[in-house]
């Protein structure tokens, strides 16, 4: 077992749950003399209730990796110091590293279900990886609440839920919005080939660029663990879109777009939401800049839901949040209110409760829960600025930061 963050690292500063749950305890004091004679009741047995995770804290992955574990453990914390399964009740999370490694996930999933005290797990930053994980939870009959991976077929499992409104529901909006802000008469994709969520992503690029009229000069194919993207970059300059459309893993997706300021590319380039750590921008700083991507949450949307996460995060955490520390935080919250639901440590019955939920307040919107999945319409278009801050597109030409070869 992984434990990742001592608790000592954790601010034990206990703040009313505005989202997923109702706070706990009574509105009323008793007074000193009606303490005194109320009964004695027995104490409360001790409870520990384990859900299970797959964190990614290495590779080229750990950019997402690392917040979507950090928002997972947060949202354990918060339940414990709520007593949101009951008195007593202890919520432990379980886990080891994977790397992104498709036969490490499998083989940690199999020891999470091999411990009969499991009753979830919250998994799946890949797609790739993701899919080879399904027949092994439902055999084992175990719901399986993803934080991360877009593949559109992995909500068809009976135990697979997307606690998160999928990034390929923003494809469409933002390529179309950015066609009408910048007119362009040519682009090019470059996509992720050896991963379904891109390609699946990068697909709706092409869709939607042919539906405009908009020419498309080339699909450049990268690779996940790739760590050189001159030769693709070199691919795209030579073709001299007017835009640039980018569906590529974050640890690519990066590399591609620093590449191509580097050779001199001064149009507008459209990414996703790989691009929100703020270690992405520490990598790769002002060449990000003329860059938009869409989010579903970002620390500066002002909803109550967002701005608790945010607060919390802050009051417990040293670096800003992010939109996969807000899906970690969502999808374990999605888990231990399908455990509630069930009122029963038993895994087929958390499967029924997670079933049954129907939606919940999230930092990513009111989410209504509809076919195990939680679609929205609701995303903003950020970029970075020079400062290391993301700041909104407004949707126009104008409105996008000149980039390092303007």
């Given at each position: 077992?992984?434990?990742?963050?001592a608790?000592?690292?954790?601010a034990v500063a206990?703040?009313?749950?505005?989202?997923?749950a109702?706070?706990?305890?009574?509105d009323s004091?008793?007074?000193p003399?009606a303490?005194?004679?109320?009964?004695v009741?027995?104490?409360?047995?001790?409870?520990?209730v384990k859900?299970?995770?797959?964190?990614?804290?290495?590779?080229?992955?750990?950019?997402?990796g690392v917040?979507?574990?950090d928002?997972?453990?947060?949202?354990?914390?918060?339940a414990?110091?709520?007593?949101f399964?009951?008195?007593?009740?202890?919520?432990e999370?379980?886990?080891?590293?994977?790397?992104?490694?498709?036969?490490?996930?499998?083989?940690?999933?199999?020891?999470?279900i091999?411990?009969?005290?499991?009753?979830?797990v919250?998994?799946?930053?890949?797609s790739?990886v993701?899919?080879?994980?399904?027949p092994v939870a439902e055999?084992?009959?175990?719901?399986?609440?993803?934080?991360g991976?877009?593949?559109?077929?992995?909500?068809?499992?009976?135990?697979?839920w997307r606690?998160?409104p999928?990034?390929?529901?923003?494809?469409?909006?933002?390529?179309?919005?950015a066609i009408?802000?910048?007119?362009?008469?040519?682009?090019?994709v470059?996509?992720?080939?050896d991963n379904?969520g891109?390609i699946?992503?990068?697909?709706?690029?092409?869709e939607?660029?042919?539906a405009?009229?908009?020419?498309?000069?080339a699909?450049?194919?990268t690779?996940?663990?790739d760590?050189?993207m001159?030769?693709?970059?070199?691919q795209?300059?030579?073709?001299?879109?007017?835009i640039?459309?980018t569906g590529?893993?974050?640890n690519?997706e990066?590399l591609?777009?620093?590449?191509?300021?580097?050779?001199?590319?001064?149009?507008?380039?459209?990414g996703?939401?790989?691009?929100?750590?703020?270690?992405i921008?520490?990598?790769?700083?002002?060449?990000?800049?003329?860059t938009v991507f869409?989010?579903?949450y970002?620390p500066?949307?002002p909803?109550?839901a967002s701005?608790?996460?945010?607060?919390?995060?802050?009051?417990?955490?040293?670096?800003e949040?992010?939109?996969?520390a807000?899906?970690?935080?969502?999808?374990?919250w999605m888990?231990?209110?399908?455990?509630?639901?069930?009122?029963?440590?038993d895994?087929?019955?958390?499967?029924?409760g997670?079933?049954?939920?129907?939606?919940a307040?999230?930092?990513?919107?009111?989410?209504?829960?509809?076919?195990?999945?939680?679609?929205?319409?609701?995303?903003?278009y950020?970029?970075?600025?020079?400062?290391?801050?993301?700041?909104?597109?407004?949707?126009?030409s104008?409105?996008?930061?000149?980039?390092v070869?303007?």
């Open positions: 077992m992984l434990i990742r963050l608790r000592s690292r954790w206990l703040m009313a749950l505005t989202l997923f109702g706070s706990c305890g009574s004091e008793e007074t003399a303490k005194s004679e109320a009964p009741e027995a104490p409360v047995a001790a409870t520990t859900i299970g995770y797959t964190p990614i804290l290495s590779g080229g992955v750990a950019f997402a917040p979507l574990a928002g997972a453990e947060l949202a354990v914390m918060e414990n110091e709520s007593n399964l009951g008195a007593g009740v202890t919520i999370l379980v886990g080891e590293d994977t790397g992104g490694d498709q036969a490490t996930t499998i083989g940690n999933l199999d020891k999470l091999a411990d009969e005290d499991v009753l979830g919250v998994c799946c930053a890949l790739s993701s899919g080879s994980l399904l055999e084992a009959e175990i719901a399986m609440i993803g934080w991976a877009i593949a559109p077929n992995l909500s068809e499992s009976p135990v697979f606690s998160f999928n990034g390929s529901l923003s494809t469409p909006l933002i390529t179309d919005d009408a802000a910048f007119g362009p008469s040519t682009a090019v470059t996509r992720t080939a379904d891109m699946a992503d990068s697909a709706i690029y092409v939607r660029l042919e405009a009229g908009v020419e498309l000069l699909v450049v194919d690779f996940a663990d760590t050189d001159s030769g693709p970059a070199t795209v300059i030579a073709e001299n879109p007017d640039v459309f590529q893993l974050g690519t990066v591609m777009i620093a590449e191509l300021r580097d050779r001199g590319y001064d149009g507008p380039i459209v996703n939401l790989a691009l929100a750590p703020q270690s921008f520490e990598q790769a700083g002002d060449t990000l800049l003329g869409p989010l579903a970002f500066g949307n909803a109550s701005q608790h996460f945010t607060e919390l995060w802050n009051a417990n955490q040293d670096v949040p992010d939109i996969f807000a899906q970690g935080y969502m999808a374990a888990l231990l209110n399908g455990i509630k639901a069930a009122d029963s440590y895994r087929a019955a958390v499967l029924a997670v079933e049954s939920l129907t939606g307040n999230t930092p990513e919107g009111q989410l209504e829960y509809i076919d195990h999945e939680a679609p929205t319409d609701s995303f903003v950020v970029q970075w600025s020079s400062d290391g801050t993301q700041t909104v597109w407004d949707g126009t104008a409105g996008l930061l000149a980039n070869n303007k």
